[in-house]
């Protein structure tokens, strides 16, 4: 599986953005994507998720916020990102659960982070 993220980048408080991944892959489906974040001395959390369904979690800090959606192609994931914070800033990944089709098992990709600068 490949990822590929964009749209990172600095935005004052209040501000917006959005964030896109590309996923491409041969050796399985892609049964959900993601988004994460990991502020700095934070841990990793759960931005927001989306089922090939179209089932969607969001993390309790940016409900209300943050919109996880596919594009038309269901090849692209966005995440928007409104009224932004300065406890957002974070690296954020985009992630890929797939079904191999080689053992039917559901694997997990990491794309490479994308920073978000939020500042005050």
């Known amino acids: 599986v490949q990822l590929q993220a964009s749209g990172g980048g600095l935005v004052q408080a209040g501000g917006s953005l959005r964030l896109s991944c590309t996923t491409s892959?041969?050796?399985?489906?892609?049964?959900?994507n993601g988004w994460y974040r990991q502020g700095p001395g934070k841990q990793r959390e759960l931005v927001a998720s989306?089922?090939?369904?179209?089932?969607?979690n969001y993390g309790d800090s940016v409900k209300g916020r943050f919109t996880i959606s596919r594009g038309r192609n269901e090849s692209t994931v966005y995440l928007q990102m409104d009224s932004l914070k300065p406890e957002d800033t974070a690296v954020y990944y985009c992630?890929?659960?797939?079904?191999?089709?080689?053992?039917?098992?559901?694997?997990?990709?990491w794309g490479k982070g994308t920073l978000v600068t939020v500042s005050s």
């Open positions: 892959t041969t050796t399985g489906t892609i049964d959900a």
């Open positions: 989306i089922t090939k369904g179209g089932i969607i």
């Open positions: 992630t890929a659960d797939q079904v191999s089709y080689s053992d039917y098992k559901l694997y997990r990709s």
